[in-house]
């Protein structure tokens, strides 16, 4: 925390998803003349049309990205910030959704996607080439930017003392942020020039808010042993968090007692299904919308709901223009009632949920429109009444009783129609069967618009005791996952106990733990909001009451040789002032300390796998002797070495455990010398080295494997003119494909390119069946740009014919144009445009594996649910049709029909072969 003696403001900004504020407190101004603290909003200068600015209450979290043509510069007036031409707040938000192919929205949602890599310019998500794109970091930095730099131009001056990064700035986000998210935060705030920053959850800086009204009369309305729920329901996330009054010393004592579980869930999602209804009662030419008219539906239903619910209109009427020469003619129109407002809000997102109805758990989030990885259970309703029961134990061990909360606090937009809040404040009710209607009791909340980033301000005071403190901490218990001397993988010892305060730290300093000086390490770590009871130090078995993080990663640099040692250490952790999570190593041998940080990028980093088997190291120890024995020897032990490794486990090959092949690879890349005796060896040796290391991650040092094998591919193989060779050389790469980072599968793609794209008259000379493994391995490469992809695309299709192409050709045709990648992330996904002519080629002529084409239209017309990379109706209904005519069943249409989540089976055939025992390449 920054010094208070030499700061003159106090600063709370509320980040939004819909809308971001900010808030202040003058450290020399006095209370008011009743107490009251002296908070104050900053109203933010911003573009509110053409060439005027205006000061706003809010500035909403839109980032607008100019075209050529589009605005003249002399309009985009921006005083804080004269040379940029982007823009954020209510003209960004107002005209892009007129043209929101250049409207960044949601960047905060996208902080929270792993399956997109958020620090690439993806956004706007769908957006042609013409668009110069943001990262999900740069446009959330982009919005404090324009909050720091529109403060310092009105509220700084000339005082460099008083300019916004010089004062303590608590910002806000969802309490079920997860660790990556708020590391994301904290690095976009520095991007934005604030270096020093602490992080509050939302629901308690509405908490904080409330405190704000009634810091001298708050004895009045919350009982010592009283229960509160905050309740938080953004444009973007939901968010809960559980309070309670109790005695600490005599004193009574706010403390919080739970949040909520990650959930992007608000009112983005109501805006959607609001448009789907408005969609569904066009008439004429309403089919197939483009993905910016549904981006244009979204903003008038979003209206819409505010004038129906916020402003008691009876009826709202929709109406999109048309374009060019279809302006008349192209107008849609749709009129919404209350009825059917009420209907789609309340029953699908506010609905009387009980107990007993069964949870169905599923650790994948549904995909649902612009890319984003939305709650797949809508009703915000059933999540309380889980989150209640989640924490019931926590309550009634600090309670005495498991019972309905007594208060209830509303924020957030989505939150503002009293008959939404009468709706949860009904379930609430229903779900512990409470008679009493005045249950539970509303807290007053005047402006949720504001409240966070007031809320904020005040917390600011509470830090520094001018205000009243909510016991708090970190949200979440944290644990390491850790191996142990007997092979059992699925233990983790807690690491920070929740409601840990900021600041402290925790050293286990009894616990003994070995890592691996100068070579990758990796480190899984998992969190929960609802154990209770751990400490840090306890060893709890991994299990569904567990989130994965992304892993902590580290080089453990140790000696001026770099030889690999084991080193002793202690496990450091601590829950920083900032909000976030910070673990090390400290040497028990020396004074050396490492810091480990996540592996923000799941797509070029493997994700550590428990798996069920480990296999007795005397076992390991005899396939090891078989395989160096094999590539030490003559020729004949060659075709018999997977049969002689698999009597020596007494294991099957595709039975074999991860650890286990991880082993054998070990050994092949030692003894990767012996490629180099015959045609024969090579062969064998990429053909193994590739199933036991196979896709290329999963396994803890599976990137320090992958460096290994990437040093040969510039070399080639040794026995490049052998047919074999040249075919297993193709088949190891696409094994390995997903272990290849962006820049990797790049090089590789150009490499090759001379052999798919040959020039005229100087075509390289290849077998059928090399060009079918070379196709397959270039189809595994997730990670290349869609320009690349729509080149292979293109070129492949040319090639395929009915009667002769075999079915590896058509299979590597739909990877390539895949809808729905299984490692990669989703911004390299080939546009539908452009995927679309290759299904073409499926839609006609008699193949000769009509199965292979079936599977490839499924992998090329899975509906997601994300309008930039879904199909259009009638061209979705023409693969359906074709599907059916070839025989496929109900279980092949049911992924082109609706969004379902990939299977293992789905994953297997995708992938081209099955996976490991224990590695998910999906989410």
Sequence with gaps: MRDTETLRYIIGIDLGTTNSAISYVDLEQPETAKGRKNIQLFRVPQLTREGEVSPMSVLPSFLYIPG??????????????????????LFAREHGSKVPSRLVVSAKSWLCHDKADRKAKILPWGAGADVGKVSP?????????????????????????????????????????????????VEAAALAGLKHVTLLEEPLAAFYSWLIRH????EEHVKPGELILVCDVGGGTTDFTLITLKESKGTPRFERLAVGDHLILGGDNIDLALARKAESLFKGNAKNLSSDKWKTLCHLSRKAKEKVLGEGMETERIIMTGSGSSLIGGTLSATLTREMVEEIVLDGFFPDVTKEEARERTRRKGISEFGLPYEQEPAITRHIGWFLENHKEAVADLLGSDHAPDHIL???????????????????RHWFNEPDASFPREMDNPDPDLAVALGASYYGLAKIGKGVRVGSGSPRSYYLGVGSTNGDAHKAVCIVERGLDEGETI????????VIANRPAEFPVYSSSFRSGDRAGDVITIDDTLTELPPMASVIKYGKKGNEESIPVHIKAQYTEVGTLVIGCHSQISDHHWRLNFQLRRDTDPMAVAEGEVLDDGLTQAARTVVKDVFSGDKTGLTGVVKAISSAVDIQKNSWPLSFIRDLSDILLDEKAHRERAAEFEARWLNLTGYCLRPGSGHGMDEQRMKKVWKLFRGGPVFDRNNQVRGEWWILWRRLAAGLNPGQQRQFFQEVSPLVFPARGNGVKMTPQEQVELWMALANMERLITKDKVRLGNQLVKALSPKKSPSQMIWALSRIGQREPLYGSVDRVV??????????????????????????????????GDRMRDLDDDQREQVIARVQALGGGKKAIKPLSEVVTLSTGDEKVIYGESLPTGIVLHE
């Design 68 to 89: 050529t043509y589009d605005i003249p510069d002399e309009s985009v007036i921006q005083p804080w910030n004269p040379m940029e031409k982007r823009f954020a707040g």
């Design 831 to 864: 546009a539908p445009k452009d995927a679309w002519p290759w299904i073409q080629k499926l839609l006609t002529g008699s193949w000769k594996d009509p199965k292979a084409v079936v599977n490839a239209l499924v992998i090329m017309g899975r509906r997601t």
């Design 137 to 185: 970091v740069e446009a959330t930095a982009f919005y404090l930017e324009h909050l720091r730099k529109a403060w310092n131009k009105h509220m700084g001056g000339d005082d460099e003392g008083a300019f916004l990064e010089n004062q303590f700035v608590v910002i806000t986000v969802p309490a079920s942020f997860d660790e990556v998210a708020r590391d994301l935060t």
């Design 215 to 218: 810091e001298k009369s708050w």
């Design 410 to 428: 509303f924020n957030g937009g989505s939150l503002k129609p009293t008959v939404i809040r009468r709706k949860i404040k009904g379930a609430v």
């Design 507 to 514: 050293e286990l300093t009894d616990k003994k733990f070995t």
